[in-house]
């Protein structure tokens, strides 16, 4: 069984201005490179995005208390394959459960962290192993590919379920009371700034995204040749959303009507 750090792993990035502790050194990449000469058939890959995670797995799996590695450390082939499935099983179960030990039959329950967030972190920690394609047999392959991971998720998953996991991230949208007081909070900004952008500009953006069921990014390109006049229904106007997402041919796109809400 590994030691953890005091401190929650979180997702955050690393420091970069954090140190090394002693027995688990980390290089540099000029020391790095001169490794690399060694083992030709290897070089540890880069991903901005994914790196962060491997280097809280790797100061979990060497009981580093603090200060953590940093987000942009290169480890060496050898100090990769020194990684098990226990190790990784236990940094989960310690994100989720706060605890590496953990038994849900005696109440113990995943509210520090969501099940995507786990597999987004056992995804991320993939991506650097020098034998990630097959599963984990015999002391060998890819220690993310392992059944107790998928025992664990699923254990997680199912508190969710019950209302017994973490609080759920997902982006809703906005209710009409929510709606309302943002329009509010970017009018008193702009009267209080005396700011154009926030009294009219993104008012009026939030108001036409509203009013077309639309996209920001159909409100962005919005040009002010875009609204028209209509001929048949002179109480409306006509307008263009020229960005829809699923749009592939201009007949697709037809105008659209627009009625104000003043006068019934």
């Given at each position: ?32 490179n001169a490794v ?172 036409w995204q509203y ?22 229904f002179p109480f ?29």
């Amino acid at each position: 069984m590994v030691g953890a750090p005091t401190e929650d792993e979180g997702v955050e990035d690393g420091d970069a201005e954090e140190g090394v502790a002693p027995g688990h050194v980390a290089i540099t990449a000029a020391e790095y490179n001169a490794v690399a000469v060694v083992d030709q058939a290897w070089t540890m890959p880069r991903n901005t995005d994914y790196e962060g995670q491997l280097c809280y797995l790797m100061a979990f799996a060497h009981q580093r208390q603090f200060p953590r590695y940093p987000k942009n450390t290169l480890f060496t082939k050898d100090q990769l394959l020194e990684l098990h499935p226990q190790h990784i099983h236990d940094w989960l179960a310690r994100k989720a459960f706060g605890k590496i030990e953990f038994s849900v039959e005696n109440g113990d329950r995943p509210v520090h962290a969501r099940s995507s967030t786990l597999e987004f972190m056992k995804k991320a920690v993939s991506y650097f192993m020098p034998d990630n394609a097959p599963h984990w047999c015999n002391g060998h392959g890819n220690p993310t590919k392992h059944n107790m991971h998928r025992k664990l998720l699923d254990a997680v998953k199912k508190c969710e379920v019950r209302g017994q996991g973490a609080e759920s991230k997902v982006k809703r949208a906005l209710t009409i009371a929510e709606f309302y007081k943002k329009l509010e909070m970017l009018r008193a900004c702009g009267v209080g700034h005396n700011d154009y952008k926030y009294s009219i500009k993104y008012t009026a953006m939030s108001l036409w995204q509203y009013h077309l069921i639309g996209r920001i990014d159909d409100v962005c390109n919005f040009g002010t040749a875009n609204p028209m006049g209509n001929p048949e229904f002179p109480f409306a106007i006509k307008t263009k959303v020229q960005w829809s997402k699923n749009v592939r041919d201009e007949k697709e796109c037809p105008p659209q009507i627009l009625m104000g809400s003043g006068d019934r």
